[in-house]
């Protein structure tokens, strides 16, 4: 009888935990719901209009604020400068710290600093990584015109690359291909972003791009693909893709495991293709809000058709995945940085 006694107490401990844990639970979503209610979030992205960033952060704000509880407006601005690292900065240390700002930009932003650069005023271990919606494969491509067949060309044939800044992503992974893999390649920077370099090399002003992600191709390239205008001529990271069977691979034409484990550090976090984020600080609750309320988008059946009509690709991954990618990155040991830097430099 004792026994049963200090059962039912057990049992009765139990469920006034739960009770009390679910009515926090509850109480958390209420204050979270309370707060985002009638409010703006806004989605700052760090690059041009009309690039696939742009794009994705606005099919996503179509549909996120439904999932938010409270149910909030979200709104797109750009913000432009030094490939991203404005915008990344703005949000790091002057936007409001309570979950009403979140920003996008490319995935070399957040290893500016690892990599040596000096514009960036932020730790990217820091920031609370909200999600991913675009695990990305990334390609470089040349123009019909310059004549180039096959990667082996490049290697005999100088070809004029388009580019941001000198420390942006298209540079860093144009450059990452010519010094670690030979490509003979002119890099010729100021331009606004992935779109302008597309409108350069449609008018002869341009030869190539590195950087241009599989789902920006067939959103905004896909006419100029089939028609042989544009041509895919190396896969920089990811597995080898069935639709690129016959196109050259960073990995296979590294000369080394070293050089490997370089263009790993370079190439690797294309995989982190469309990432977004909050500033530091943000409350836990709205920061769980937020992730959650993503992940429910990226499954969201009209998310999804408004994505497949934008020939968009999804493949999501959580906040909780960005941050260990961007943890790890971070841990690479330092003569394997050393030689990245060397690599993404002129």
């Known amino acids: 009888m004792r026994d049963m006694t200090r059962l039912n107490v057990y049992l009765l401990a139990a469920l006034i935990a739960a009770g009390s844990n679910a009515a926090s639970g509850i109480a958390e ?11 703006t979030l806004s989605i700052v992205v760090g690059h041009q209009v009309g690039t696939g960033f742009d794009t994705y952060a ?8 439904r999932h938010i509880p409270g149910n909030p407006t ?3 601005q750009g913000m432009l400068g030094a490939s991203g690292i404005t915008a990344a900065n703005w949000l790091y240390n002057v936007a409001p710290k309570d979950g009403t700002a979140i920003g996008a930009w490319v995935q070399t932003v957040p290893l500016d600093p690892l990599m040596g650069g000096t514009a960036s005023k932020f730790d990217a271990v820091q920031f609370n990584w909200i999600g991913n919606l675009e695990s990305s494969v990334a390609t470089c491509v040349v123009t019909a015109r310059t004549g180039v067949k096959s990667f082996g060309d490049l290697r005999v044939r100088e070809t004029l690359f388009g580019s941001t800044g000198g420390g942006g992503a298209l540079s860093q ?16 920077t100021g331009y606004q972003g992935a779109a302008s370099v597309g409108v350069a090399m449609q008018n002869g002003e341009l030869e190539g791009m590195c950087g241009a992600n599989t789902s920006f191709i067939s959103s905004f390239w896909a006419s100029e693909v089939a028609s042989g205008t544009f041509k895919v001529i190396l896969q920089l990271n990811g597995p080898k893709r069935a639709d690129l069977a016959g196109v050259a691979h960073a990995d296979e034409l ?10 790993d550090l370079v190439y690797g976090p294309l995989i982190l293709g469309r990432i977004y984020a909050a500033p530091p600080n943000v409350p836990a609750e709205r920061v769980k809000a937020l992730r959650d309320a993503f992940m429910a988008t990226a499954r969201d059946h009209q998310f999804l058709a408004d994505a497949e009509k934008t020939k968009l690709e999804i493949s999501p991954m959580t906040g909780e995945e960005v941050a260990a990618h961007f943890t790890r990155y971070h841990a690479t040991p330092k003569g394997l940085v050393e030689r990245a830097i060397k690599a993404v430099r002129e």
């Open 58 to 65: 606005r099919v996503l704000a179509r549909h996120m604020g």
């Open 29 to 39: 979503a209420d204050a979270v719901a309370d707060f985002y209610k009638g409010k």
């Open 74 to 76: 979200l709104i797109v």
């Open 254 to 263: 590294a000369g080394s495991n070293e050089d490997r484990q370089v263009l």
């Open 173 to 188: 992974f144009t450059l990452a291909a010519k010094n670690l893999l030979g490509m003979r390649a002119k890099l010729v």
